[in-house]
């Protein structure tokens, strides 16, 4: 785009400054939407939480800058500690440790918990702290491997968000898959991290081989 069609979008782009507007646009929530948020966990959240393998986690350092970050394992593998406190085990990753970083700075997080072939998920913010060993470690194994930290997670708002995004986006419909539309994770490292080969890089990724890493 060059410069005059540049001056010409940014003419015609409307951006939302204030509260006041915001709502002009989006309107208001029912009342029953409005007052869901709950301040501690309900037995239903905490049967989503043990039903839940994945969960995405939000922190932000401390100027603003957000970072989002996947966590998996069995279901059920984010302990809950108490109608008011969650716990997020760390497993072995890549040690860039950003969340954590984070955390250090602005301890308060959000996370959204995902349940596969469910539409709805289930949000929860709070302030956070970084453990590095307590007694419930024992209860978080996996394949004989104690979490190496823990994100605790003292709750401050819970509540289930609804479930249009997944049905617009039909993200738990197989048959609009397309995983080879895109490069291999190996490519994809190659092209962002050079150095090794391509070849050594697929060897890395090898189903068998990344596997043994997990823990």
Known sequence: MDHAAETVAAAQTHTVDSLAELRAIVGHPNERVANKVAGRLSEMHREWIAHSPFVLLATTDAVGNVDVSPKGDPPGFVHVLDDTTIAIPERPGNKRVDGYSNVLDNPHVGALFVVPGR????????????????????????????PILALEVTVHETFFHCAKAFMRSALWKPETWEPGALPSTAQIAHAVMPGPSLEEYQEHYRDENYRRKLY
Not at 125 to 135: F, K, L, M
């Open 119 to 146: 539409g709805d998920t289930l949000r929860v913010n709070g302030v956070a702290r970084i453990v590095s060993d307590a007694p419930y470690f024992d209860d978080m194994i996996v394949s004989g491997n104690r």
